[in-house]
Nanobody
Framework: QVQLVESGGGLVQPGGSLRVSCAAS????????MGWYRQVPGKQRELVAD???????NYADFAKGRFTISRDNAKNTVYLQMNSLKPDDTAVYYC?????????????????WGQGTQVTVSS
């Protein structure tokens, strides 16, 4: 089982910046990829960005040019730097990991989720 703990959310003004972080813990054998999704009430959870252990990145169209995802594999941590924030960026941001870890006495590869951190963009 992998535990993902997000931090860094908060309230920012339009045009401002924020960096959210996510640290993975547990008996982890490998992490293939980590990423960020976001969700607004009444809407589907959507991909923001993800990054593989090799450093390959993928961004949603709304994030390109404004957001930057990075990771520290040694710390099992992923970051999302968000610049030029807009009110439409307001959402709960969830960390995710595609990882191999201990589970129920064995090991398995699974897609894990954090509890989310609120990002609010408002003046």
């Amino acid at each position: 089982q992998v535990q993902l703990v997000e931090s860094g959310g908060g309230l920012v003004q339009p045009g401002g910046s924020l960096r959210v972080s996510c640290a993975a813990s547990g008996v982890i054998f490998s992490i293939h990829a980590m990423g960020w999704y976001r969700q607004v009430p009444g809407k589907q959870r959507e991909l923001v960005a993800d990054i593989t252990s090799e450093g390959n990145t993928n961004y949603a169209d709304f994030a390109k040019g404004r957001f930057t995802i990075s990771r520290d594999n040694a710390k099992n941590t992923v970051y999302l730097q968000m610049n030029s924030l807009k009110p439409d960026d307001t959402a709960v941001y969830y960390c995710t990991a595609d990882a191999v870890a201990t589970y129920a006495g064995g090991i398995k590869r699974d897609h894990y989720w954090g509890q989310g951190t609120q990002v609010t963009v408002s003046s």
